[in-house]
């Protein structure tokens, strides 16, 4: 069964960084598209970053672009997110997720088929 389990999530200053871990079970994260997204309260939810299973660069948000990376390891079955120069608009609870047609290009606009419970992410002074 495809699992996947977040972490790495906190509270940060404003302009700080953290680094975010998905653990992947029942699945090659490696041969799959995976990505996160993101959900702050009363807002919808916003695609973040995804890679295609194919490989190539990630897919990034406008508001996120140039601040955040993205990747992924195959070895460890493992997705991560980079957060660097946070600010308090990236408060939101962050999921990784695989999206519903996991074998093209991915798009952030994507359905969602399966994530995890998700991580918190607190940006405040």
């Known amino acids: 069964q495809l699992q996947l389990v977040e972490s790495g999530g906190g509270l940060v200053q404003p302009g700080g960084s953290l680094r975010l871990s998905c653990a992947a079970s029942?699945?090659?994260?490696?041969?799959?598209?995976v990505g996160w997204f993101r959900q702050a309260p009363g807002k919808e939810r916003e695609g973040v970053s995804c890679i295609s299973a194919g490989g190539g660069m990630p897919n990034y948000a406008d508001s996120v672009k140039g601040r955040f990376t993205m990747s992924r390891d195959s070895a460890k079955n493992m997705v991560y997110l980079q957060m660097n120069r946070l600010t308090p608009e990236d408060t939101a609870v962050f999921y990784c997720y695989v999206p519903a047609r996991p074998f093209r290009a991915c798009e952030l606009s994507d359905q969602y088929a399966y994530w995890g419970q998700g991580t918190q992410v607190s940006v405040s002074s």
């Open positions: 029942g699945f090659s994260v490696g041969n799959y598209a």
